[in-house]
């Protein structure tokens, strides 16, 4: 169990350093003005999507149901509840980048980078409360 749960830590921190870090690419891609530029953000957008943040967030989940078949008793806890509720809303934010990601690929982007700044800050409030329902399961 303890094995399953340290891989399950390994992987959310993989998925939050690029939930963190592709909305802030999204932030410099939609400012760049030069052809060349906005090329090589689409190649680091679609290489950080595809081979870190989908595999990760995959791992994340698996290793999460993986650790409740050792808690069962967890599925009725208060805690538990939130936490998967705001699992949902991260999943969302996900396919959410996965959206945006593809209309910087075809060029049909309009969100400016102060909408892509503050879409930047949804990740930390749901880490936080995350972590603080994990470790402090308060109800
Ligand atoms: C389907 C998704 C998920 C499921 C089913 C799940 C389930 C679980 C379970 C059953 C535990 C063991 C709790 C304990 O031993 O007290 C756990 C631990 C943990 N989870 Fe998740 N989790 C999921 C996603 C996430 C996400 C997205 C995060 C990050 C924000 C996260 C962060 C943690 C942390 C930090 C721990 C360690 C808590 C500790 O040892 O005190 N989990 N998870």
């Given at each position: 169990?303890?094995w399953?749960?340290a891989?399950?830590?390994i992987?959310?921190i993989?998925w939050?350093a690029?939930?963190f870090?592709l909305?802030r690419l999204?932030?410099?891609h939609?400012m760049?003005?030069?052809?060349t530029g906005?090329?090589?953000?689409k190649?680091?957008e679609r290489?950080?999507?595809?081979g870190?943040?989908t595999?990760?967030?995959?791992a994340?989940v ?9 808690f069962?008793?967890?599925?009725k806890a208060?805690w538990?509840h ?11 934010y996900h396919?959410l980048?996965?959206h945006?990601?593809k ?9 400016s980078?102060?909408y892509?700044r503050?879409?930047n ?5 749901l880490?936080?409360?995350i972590?603080?329902l994990?470790v402090v399961?308060?109800f």
């Amino acid at each position: 169990m303890l094995w399953v749960k340290a891989l399950h830590i390994i992987s959310v921190i993989c998925w939050f350093a690029a939930l963190f870090y592709l909305p802030r690419l999204f932030v410099y891609h939609a400012m760049a003005e030069d052809e060349t530029g906005r090329e090589r953000f689409k190649i680091m957008e679609r290489k950080l999507y595809r081979g870190i943040m989908t595999p990760s967030m995959i791992a994340s989940v698996v290793f999460g149901l993986w650790l409740l078949h050792y808690f069962p008793g967890y599925l009725k806890a208060g805690w538990m509840h939130v936490k998967l509720a705001a699992v949902v809303l991260l999943l969302g934010y996900h396919f959410l980048c996965g959206h945006y990601l593809k209309l910087f690929r075809d060029d049909r982007n309009t969100g400016s980078h102060v909408y892509y700044r503050y879409f930047n800050e949804a990740p930390v409030l749901l880490l936080v409360l995350i972590v603080i329902l994990v470790v402090v399961k308060p109800f």
